[in-house]
């Protein structure tokens, strides 16, 4: 059996030991020569399994996935979380955790940027006590004359589980950028085969 790549080997560790995030949001870890993953801690282990065998799959017909090497000239494409991407009003930094190298797979000497990421979608958060839940975990206290709980609800864009791969150039002349996703239905590991026949293309 094919066993774990060495780029998903120990990485698990890094990912949940990271600066503290709050309940179900992306993790941050503190080691940046790391795999491009931005996952949650529940969509973690899925995240890595996805790459750990897509990553097998390219080294079995041939092509190196790799940290990219140091010196070169290589950046890491515009990676997006959102499910439904949308238009970013005025100047958008993100905040997600990203890698010092990009994690690159080499197509004979061609070099190809790649990132998976877990998307978030829009949540109904409340307010409750100081901080904030799922509007869906919370449960209205039992009703009685002097007590009423002071709550109100806003969105927030959190992680949902699904992934989704950027295929990239990370060569500065050249711009190209494909992208795969999950549905509640599909699952990207069923994807291997055309995605590798895409970046062969």
Not at 54 to 76: C, I, K
Not at 84 to 110: A, E, I, M
Not at 168 to 185: C, G, I, L, M, V
Request: glycine share 8%; aromatic share 10%.
């Amino acid at each position: 059996a094919i066993g774990t790549h060495g780029l998903i080997r120990g990485a698990k560790i890094h990912f949940e030991s990271g600066r503290p995030v709050d309940d179900g949001n992306h993790l941050k870890p503190y080691k940046k020569l790391l795999v491009d993953i931005t996952a949650s801690k529940t969509g973690l282990d899925k995240a890595l399994g996805f790459a750990n065998d897509l990553f097998n799959a390219l080294e079995s017909v041939g092509y190196r996935v790799v940290l990219a090497p140091n010196g070169e000239q290589l950046r890491r494409g515009k990676i997006d979380e959102l499910e439904t991407p949308r238009k970013r009003q005025g100047y958008f930094h993100s905040n997600l955790w990203s890698p010092y190298r990009p994690t690159l797979v080499y197509v004979g000497t061609v070099a190809i940027g790649l990132a998976i990421i877990e998307m978030s979608e829009e949540v109904l958060m409340r307010y409750v006590k100081g901080k904030y839940i799922r509007d869906a975990d919370y449960v209205a206290p039992k009703s009685s004359r002097r007590y009423h709980d002071h709550t109100w609800t806003t969105t927030n864009e959190l992680p949902c589980g699904r992934l989704r791969l950027v295929a990239y150039s990370p060569y500065w002349r050249a711009s190209w950028q494909t992208s795969w996703q999950e549905s509640k239905n599909s699952s990207l590991s069923r994807e291997i085969s055309q995605m590798i026949k895409a970046i062969e293309d």
